[in-house]
């Protein structure tokens, strides 16, 4: 009976789940579901919750654009924070050159001198759409764990892609591994790239999932990490940098996706369907 009441209060303590935002799938089947890709078990989110709170990094994929992901994204940041203490969170929409601009907003957060432009204060990208990250790093700016950059900085992204440098380890530089990015990259850019920018491209994709696995592993732990999906599979992005690194171990992937999306139990450890997005074709114009 004590442990029964233990369970319930720890079930109690979790956030609300927010309201589901985008049009598309209300009504599908997967729609809610978290699934622990290894055995096919569905799980609820406290459980979900429980299983992450013990791993000292997470690695949290995203679809940029959809705003689920960035909604849930928050109230996971919010549950663990009721499991265990929050040790950092790193995010792929902060380079480098930002960092002083985010410590020095957190401080004045916390000395009660708002910025006026919260945004500008922190240098932000307009690539990233505020509307959606905003409440993310409102929340992770008030909270006592550090907000850490996890993508290169604009200058050498350059730099790699004018003279792209070896790239160390056996797991990241395996055949299939830049073969599936390499298609990746095709696609995303509607496959008009001329074949002879394709290996610049690669290597400032896994420049920027190696600046990942470092930046995770000189962060305060736990860590969580937000980037984009490709980023975070266990198959192709930052893992892989991990194990090369020598930390193949303690790492836990959970993705994020639209109801009918395909994840593999070899590219995340757990999988969260969400409503979709209307369809959209990206190249219609560019064809």
Known sequence: MALLLLLAGCQAALPPLPDWQSPEGRQ???????????????????QLVERLAGSPRVLVGEQHDNPDHHALQLWLLQALAAR?????????MLGPDQQDKVEATRQRLADGQAPADLPAALAWQPGWDWALYGPVVRHAL??????????????????????PPPLAGAQSNAP?????????IRLAHCDKLPDSQLPAMLAVQ???DRRMAEALLAAPPPSLLLAGAYHVRRDLGVPLHLADLGHPQGTQVLMLAEVGSRVGAGQADYLWYTPALAEQDHCAGIR
């Open 28 to 46: 599908h089947a997967q729609l809610g579901q978290i699934i622990e890709l290894s055995s096919g078990r569905h799980l609820s989110p406290a």
């Open 84 to 92: 265990r203490a929050q040790g950092s969170l790193l995010l792929e």
């Open 142 to 163: 008030a909270q006592p764990y550090p907000t850490l950059p996890a993508n290169l900085r604009r200058d050498e992204v350059m730099s790699i892609y004018r003279q």
């Open 176 to 184: 299939p591994v830049r073969q599936a990015l390499l298609q990746q």
């Open 206 to 208: 896994q420049q920027r």
